[in-house]
């Protein structure tokens, strides 16, 4: 089995306004979460009929912010993990994180891949987001990381940002198309309970405005050298996310620490977001049933290479019905999606209503 490793690092240095992923406020990684990792890696890492835990094909410590660990923490994980020669191993950071010190420990550590939350060009957006970081700091961040010796740099931009223009956008590619490989660009989305989510701040785009950004970025990003692959990732050549296409292909991987998900052999199980349980070992996967063939279809809906209809009858026993047919031909005259080789896939404008059309395709 091939399969992906992904280790959640729930400690961030504050809280962004806008944000509601799992984590608590720290300025460093306790020991102790590196030990509670370690020992459920141990717990739930697939192994072969020997017994042998499998060696992951990528590894991604995502959060949170995994910027926040030491080298010799990412070490640690990385001993036990034993990552096949040929992975990708990610690291997420913040800008103010990257330190030559922190990038040379990483990096001989056996990270390959960084990816930087950016955000944004433009030091009043950052601020309104409640991001620690400039501008200047992340172009700083990109640069030192390229000397460190990172040739594969991701970089994260959001988009319908208040006030957000083709310039602010512009600005935003072009940082980072300085030094990176890859750019993830998310649209804004305000999150139940977080301030932005309870606060809206003045100038948000509406939802044709927020459409009108995307289609902006994705000939900007484009016009930069870096191609669409999924609605929010864009890549030069050869550079798209490893880690990332193993979900959007239902793949095999372990997500391990609070409110990580996994699937291996088609079974989906997560962990509670419950840091305290975690600590003192009491973290117990919560079984989320069988991989079925409309994730399937979801997710690879999401990609630009789209639904390959023999995969998904050699996988789940199925082809697309009539009627999901007749619904993709209707959305294909309409500039919504687009025959493939092998199946279908969603066009830009498709991309931009994709919740709609899955609650019509998966009815039918
Ligand atoms: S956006 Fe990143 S740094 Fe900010 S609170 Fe969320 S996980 Fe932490």
């Given at each position: 089995?091939t399969y992906?490793?992904y280790?959640?690092?729930p400690?961030?240095?504050?809280?962004?306004?806008?944000c509601d992923?799992?984590?608590t406020?720290?300025?460093?990684?306790?020991?102790?979460?590196?030990d509670?990792?370690?020992?459920?890696?141990e717990?739930?890492v697939?192994?072969?009929?020997?017994?042998?835990?499998?060696?992951?094909?990528?590894v991604?410590f995502?959060g949170?912010?995994?910027?926040?660990?030491?080298?010799?923490?990412?070490a640690r994980l990385?001993?036990?993990?034993?990552p096949?020669?040929?992975?990708?191993?990610t690291?997420e950071?913040?800008?103010?994180?990257?330190?030559?010190?922190r990038?040379a420990?990483?990096?001989s550590?056996?990270v390959?891949?960084?990816?930087v939350g950016?955000?944004?060009?433009?030091?009043a957006?950052?601020?309104?987001?409640g991001?620690?970081?400039?501008?200047?700091?992340?172009?700083?961040a990109?640069r030192?990381?390229?000397a460190?010796?990172?040739n594969n740099?991701?970089?994260?931009?959001?988009?319908?940002?208040?006030?957000?223009?083709?310039q602010?956008i512009?600005?935003?590619?072009?940082?980072?198309?300085?030094?990176?490989?890859?750019?993830?660009?998310?649209l804004l989305?305000?999150?139940?309970?977080?301030?932005?989510?309870a606060?809206?701040?003045?100038?948000?785009p509406d939802?044709?405005?927020?459409?009108?950004?995307?289609r902006?970025?994705v000939?900007?990003l484009?016009?930069a050298?870096?191609a669409?692959?999924e609605?929010s990732?864009?890549a030069?050549?050869g550079?798209?996310?490893?880690?990332?296409l193993?979900?959007w292909d239902a793949?095999?991987?372990?997500?391990l620490g609070p409110s990580?998900?996994?699937?291996?052999?088609?079974r989906?199980?997560?962990?509670?977001?419950n840091l305290?349980?975690?600590?003192?070992?009491?973290s117990?996967?919560v079984?989320e049933g069988e991989?079925?063939?409309?994730?399937y279809?979801?997710?690879r809906?999401?990609?630009?290479a789209?639904l390959?209809?023999?995969?998904l009858?050699?996988?789940?026993g199925?082809?697309?019905s009539a009627?999901?047919?007749a619904l993709?031909?209707?959305?294909?005259?309409?500039?919504?999606?687009t025959?493939?080789l092998?199946?279908?896939?969603?066009t830009t404008g498709?991309?931009?209503?994709?919740n709609?059309?899955?609650?019509?395709?998966?009815?039918l």
């Open positions: 089995m992906g490793l280790m959640h690092i400690y961030c240095s504050g809280r962004c306004a806008y992923f799992y984590s406020v720290a300025q460093a990684v306790p020991e102790g979460y590196i509670a990792l370690l020992r459920d890696f717990r739930f697939p192994r072969d009929a020997a017994g042998v835990p499998l060696r992951p094909a990528t991604y995502g949170g912010t995994p910027g926040l660990l030491r080298p010799a923490q990412v990385m001993q036990a993990a034993n096949l020669p040929t992975a990708e191993v690291l950071l913040n800008p103010e994180q990257a330190t030559p010190g990038l420990g990483w990096l550590a056996g390959n891949r960084l990816s950016v955000q944004s060009a433009c030091d957006q950052l601020r309104r987001l991001r620690r970081h400039t501008a200047a700091d992340a172009a700083r990109l030192l990381a390229r460190a010796g990172f740099l991701s970089g994260d931009m959001m988009l319908a940002l208040p006030g957000d223009s083709r602010a512009d600005e935003t590619v072009a940082l980072l198309a300085a030094e990176t490989t890859h750019i993830s660009a998310y989305k305000l999150e139940r309970g977080t301030p932005m989510g606060a809206p701040p003045p100038g948000l939802a044709d405005e927020a459409a009108e950004l995307y902006c970025a000939d900007k484009a016009q050298g870096y669409r692959y609605i990732n864009f030069r050549p550079f798209e996310g490893r880690h990332n193993i979900y793949g095999n991987w372990l997500g990580a998900h996994s699937c291996l052999s088609g989906r199980f997560s962990f509670a977001a305290p349980a975690m600590l003192r070992g009491a117990e996967p079984d991989l079925e063939a409309d994730d279809i979801m997710l809906l999401r990609l630009d789209g390959d209809e023999a995969a009858e050699r996988r789940f199925r082809r697309l009627g999901q047919q993709l031909s209707q959305l294909a005259t309409a500039d919504l999606a025959r493939t092998g199946g279908w896939a969603l498709g991309m931009l209503v994709q709609e059309i899955l609650v019509r395709l998966l009815d």
